[in-house]
């Protein structure tokens, strides 16, 4: 099984943020990981501030971010490590991860830079996109910290289930891997669907993880994933490389892009070449 040792997340001081940074400080407790805190300070805001100004933000900043550390600290016996960077938010924290090498970037889907409505963060979309690691995303609204329930939408695709040992990193004790079939009526596909369960139990080992199968009606790949979030409390939502069927690495392909935009629970995204 692979291991989760290093963990990143950003943040920029909205509570989206900090709902990732408490979902990335339990994982870190869960897994004895490390756990880097990256806030990029946006500076061309400040070009129009005095230096006073600008000088008292930064503190402002720092007393806030060691609150929130020691906080951390005291809750889950994790001791986070704050860097701070300059610079375009987005392009800062994938440098970060260039740097650190994390094996999951836990973020929020819409931080302080505001959204539209049922679209996903620009800042967000770009750490997706360039990440070289999985990345959780967190979705606005109460915290989560438990991940018993999952839900997986499978494609009869060989290579599906590549780089799905980090869900046991992230699934909580006693949980349930439920995988949403994709396959159509072709006996190919659903013989193909039956190999990649049989594979599937043998690699989450049924011990510890629980899985089941079933289909859900809908036109297309997202209809067919709300459909069965609308019927049933999944805690997160995994989506592989088999969802978008693309060769092009650094691509968020439309059936990704529209449950992350619109999903109400976490997702854990895992591109190809995670």
């Known amino acids: 099984m692979a291991e989760l040792k290093r963990i990143l997340v950003p943040v920029d001081f909205s509570e989206t943020s900090f709902n990732a940074l408490e979902t990335a400080a339990v994982l870190a407790q869960r ?17 129009v501030m005095a230096g006073g100004s600008q000088g008292r933000l930064k503190e402002n900043s720092h007393a806030i971010m060691n609150a929130y550390v020691t906080a951390i600290e005291h809750r889950h016996k994790v001791k986070p490590e704050i860097i701070w960077e300059e610079g375009l938010p987005a392009e800062a ?123 859900s009606p809908g036109y297309t790949i997202p209809d067919k994933v709300f459909s069965l979030l609308n019927h049933e409390k999944f805690d997160i939502v995994v989506i592989t490389p088999s969802l978008d069927m693309t060769n092009k690495q650094l691509y968020i392909g439309p059936h990704t892009q529209k449950i992350i935009n619109q999903s109400s629970v976490p997702i854990l995204t895992i591109k190809r070449f995670a």
């Open 93 to 215: 924290i994938i440098r970060t991860a260039k740097i650190k090498d994390p094996d999951l970037i836990v973020c929020g889907t819409h931080g302080a830079s505001g959204y539209r409505d049922a679209f996903i963060g620009s800042t967000a979309y770009t750490i997706i996109k360039y990440a070289t690691c999985p990345v959780l995303t967190i979705p606005a609204g109460p915290r989560r910290i438990n991940f018993r329930k999952l839900l997986l939408p499978l494609r009869p695709i060989h290579g599906a289930l590549r780089n799905l040992d980090i869900v046991l990193n992230i699934a909580s004790e006693n949980g349930q891997l439920h995988v949403l079939d994709l396959s159509g009526n072709n006996q190919d596909d659903r013989q193909l669907i039956s190999y990649l369960m049989d594979e599937l139990k043998e690699r989450l080992d049924e011990g510890t993880l629980k899985t089941s199968i079933s289909k």
């Open 31 to 47: 897994n004895d990981a490390s756990l880097d805190i990256v806030y990029a300070r946006d500076t061309i805001p400040e070009l």
